[in-house]
């Protein structure tokens, strides 16, 4: 007796609590893949002098080193390449490039 008045109780819990355990599924869109305005290849840090010389050309113009560590910047028609004594530190697109 006291099982079945047990077992009544538990099946009523159970459809008293049955709409709060419903779930939904929801689907989010698929993220869109960024494209930049414009693609060019820059050196990457880390590759020395040479090799920047060697994939992209002579540059420009070289700006000297400055300031301790030494900062040597070569400009390039689109970009300006920034060496820390022989390696790149940072590549930067300029403003206006040439070939967008």
């Known amino acids: 007796m006291l ?3 047990f077992l009544s109780s538990l099946v009523s819990l ?3 609590a049955a709409p709060a355990l419903r779930a939904e599924v929801v689907q989010m869109p698929a993220p869109m893949e960024e494209k930049p305005a414009f693609s060019i290849k820059l050196p990457g840090r880390g590759m020395s002098m040479k ?3 060697a994939n992209f050309g002579k540059p ?3 700006i000297p080193a400055v300031g301790q560590p030494p900062i040597t910047r070569w400009v390039y028609a689109d970009y300006i390449v920034y060496f820390e004594s022989q390696y790149v530190i940072d ?4 403003t206006n490039p040439a070939h967008p």
């Open 3 to 5: 099982r079945s008045i």
């Open 14 to 16: 159970l459809f008293i």
């Open 51 to 53: 090799a920047v010389e």
């Open 60 to 62: 420009e113009k070289i």
């Open 91 to 94: 590549a930067v697109i300029t």
